[in-house]
């Protein structure tokens, strides 16, 4: 069990690790998610001792791995750019930590073979990285990661450089060769929540270097535990509406005035912030909104509205091609938002809805 | 039609411009093997080919009448070229990766002002480092030595090559490093076996460099050495006399040139197998 505790690092005078604290399991698969620059990478580099934190501890089953330098620890580690070595062969890259560990040349040449193999790559042996498109060269990477049976694997957002396609596919391709690989701990940074749900045992959600929330995929998605982990766990970005709650009344800003069975429940009086995803806005309804912009992506359709002065995301399950400047009416299905407080912290209400 | 007259012009052009370039060379030749007559009086029909041959050019270098012998010269500027161009690719490939790899700082001055500061070296006349050197070998009693002019020679090479290092290693991207530690190796292994193959297009270069400054050089040369120590472009001046000798200037001119034809022939073969790919930025 690798075990990160109250681990802090600030680089240039940026808090990129705030405090933070994870375990992680053998043989399950963990997805960091966050935004760009909430700390992912930051973490793995530490995990990997890239960087030297300020404070904290990362011990691997009890030993400390703070003292240990990079080429000491047990760790793999794929990165967003294809780094591979460009004078050695694809077969020589992959035999490279082997060799380096001791492993006698013919294993060492034996076991990338074989591992090139299993990454369809078996045809591509003798040949340069440079000479490989970017998929490929991304396997080799990945390949070079995974033949090491290194106890941590890291992978940070190792297909986003790629395009959309070939990055379904090679998403797929690593869950079937991890599935088979046991014991190893797998940390996988994402910035994209659909991809993090799909693919992780677990989610660490990331927010400005810090926790905001961490547990199976979906809990956390059903029930983010604050604005910040809705938001960094939603796509399309999740709709904030403010709501105020007074003794004659509740009133939703752009809305109007709306009453507890709107709400499906009562709070007692105070602010609070109404996260609404936009799957839970329907085509029809009372709400004059305004068409700012239309996504058309494969099957479904993200229609970026404005409400009263507010900016909306609605999602449909169906193509639909809306006049940009276009006054469409809109429903809103408030008993499905998550309420949180004014601190920003999820007022409980024992749903789970997705 | 079209494309063979494109093509006459190309060839044309080609054989003109390495008429230009081989000229010089053929009249060096042809001049390295005529006598004083040969030189002065000219040919009555065919100029550079009629003329009575003579090796009097060419014996001058080996001690012949007139000559001096500049196979010592030649060996010496070989030891001393090719010895300060090794030490100082060494040393200042390794002075480039810490200042490309890490960070130094003292006072204001940081990485950037410390690569200024050796190529600052060459900024000066080389008048002006004459004394000091002068004055240090002298103490150390190195005057007149091969080993005083290696570490001079030194001195004067390894600001080219940390320069040109310094550059090659900051285009390898620092992620090699990492990965390289990440499979195993130690930041020594990762210099020697992942970043100096990749800067090998950069070690030629800055070998190249050290290899035609240094060979060239005649000022220090000159003003470090008397008697017992005397470099090739020393020795092809003291062929000069009275009447310039241009016989066995030109056959001198031809034995010093050749090493770096041989060198830029074989860069060359390198640069066509791209093994300089991304060399020229």
Not at chain 1, 12 to 36: A, N
Not at chain 1, 229 to 254: C, F, H, K, R, Y
Not at chain 2, 12 to 33: I, K, Y
Not at chain 2, 70 to 93: E, F, H, K, M, Q
């Amino acid at each position: 069990m690798l075990e990160i505790r109250s681990l802090s690092l600030v680089q240039d005078g940026d808090t990129c690790l705030d405090d933070v604290s994870i375990r992680f399991e053998p043989g399950q698969l963990t997805t960091l998610l966050g935004r760009t620059l909430a700390g992912k990478t930051s973490l793995m580099r530490a995990i990997a001792g890239l960087v030297q934190p300020d404070a904290g501890s990362i011990a691997l089953d009890g030993t400390d791995w703070l003292g240990l330098p990079p080429w000491r620890r047990p760790v793999a580690m794929v990165t967003q750019q294809f780094i591979n070595y460009p004078h050695l062969s694809v077969l020589d890259n992959v035999a490279f930590p082997l060799l380096r560990r001791g492993v006698a040349r013919d294993e060492a040449r034996d076991r990338a073979r074989d591992m090139l193999g299993r990454v369809g790559l078996a045809d591509f042996t003798d040949r340069r990285p440079g000479r490989l498109s970017g998929g490929q060269q991304q396997r080799v990477a990945i390949a070079r990661a995974l033949v090491k049976k290194a106890p941590v694997l890291l992978l940070d957002e190792p297909f986003v450089n790629l395009d959309y396609k070939l990055r379904e596919g090679l998403r797929e391709e690593l869950i079937d060769i991890l599935t088979a690989e046991t014991g190893t701990m797998v940390v996988y940074a994402s910035t994209d929540p659909r991809e993090a749900l799909q693919m992780g045992d677990r989610v660490v959600l990331l927010s400005e270097g810090r926790v905001v929330q961490a547990g199976p995929p979906r809990t956390v998605y059903g029930a983010p535990v604050s604005v910040a982990a809705a938001q960094v766990v939603s796509d399309p970005p999740i709709n904030l509406l403010e709501l105020d709650v007074a003794e004659e009344g509740a009133e939703v800003t752009g809305l109007g005035a709306v009453t507890p069975a709107d709400l499906g429940r009562a709070l007692p009086p105070g602010r609070y912030t109404l996260g609404l995803r936009a799957h839970d806005l329907r085509l029809g309804g009372p709400h004059a909104a305004h068409v700012a912009l239309t996504e058309v992506s494969g099957s479904e359709t993200v229609t970026h509205l404005v409400l009263a002065g507010q900016n909306l995301v609605m999602l449909e399950r169906t193509v639909t091609e809306h006049a940009l400047g276009a006054t469409i009416g809109i429903g809103l299905d408030l008993t499905r938002a998550r309420v949180f407080d004014a601190t920003g912290t999820l007022v409980p209400n024992g749903a789970d809805h997705g | 039609m079209k494309h063979t007259s494109y093509l006459a012009l190309k060839y044309l052009v080609v054989l003109a411009w390495s008429a230009f370039v081989v000229f010089p060379f053929l009249w060096m030749l042809s001049t390295s093997f005529k006598s004083a007559n040969g030189v002065t009086g000219g040919a009555t029909w065919l100029p550079w080919l009629q003329y009575e041959p003579s090796t009097a050019g060419w014996s001058a270098l080996f001690g012949g009448p007139g000559g001096v012998n500049i196979l010592r010269p030649y060996l010496n500027s070989v030891i001393v070229t090719l010895s300060a161009s090794a030490l100082s690719l060494v040393l200042g490939t390794l002075a480039a990766y810490g200042l490309s790899r890490f960070t130094f700082r003292a006072g204001p001055v940081r990485n950037g002002d410390i690569t200024f500061f050796f190529i600052s070296q060459r900024i000066m006349p080389p008048i002006v480092l004459a004394i000091p050197f002068f004055l240090m070998l002298k103490t150390l009693g190195l005057l007149d030595t091969l080993t005083g002019l290696i570490l001079v020679y030194i001195a004067l090479l390894l600001p080219i090559a940390v320069w040109v290092m310094v550059d090659f290693f900051n285009s390898v991207p620092r992620g090699l490093d990492e990965m390289a530690w990440m499979d195993g190796c130690t930041p020594v292994v990762t210099f020697l076996r992942v970043i100096l193959p990749n800067a090998m297009p950069g070690l030629v270069v800055a070998g190249m460099f050290c290899l035609i400054f240094g060979w060239n050089d005649f000022f220090f040369a000159f003003t470090l050495t008397f008697t017992k120590v005397q470099l090739l472009p020393v020795s092809i001046v003291a062929l000069n006399s009275s009447v310039t000798p241009w016989w066995a200037l030109s056959a001198a001119a031809i034995v010093s040139v050749a090493p770096l034809a041989v060198l830029a022939f074989v860069v060359e073969r390198f640069l066509s197998r791209g093994g300089l790919a991304g060399a020229v930025r």
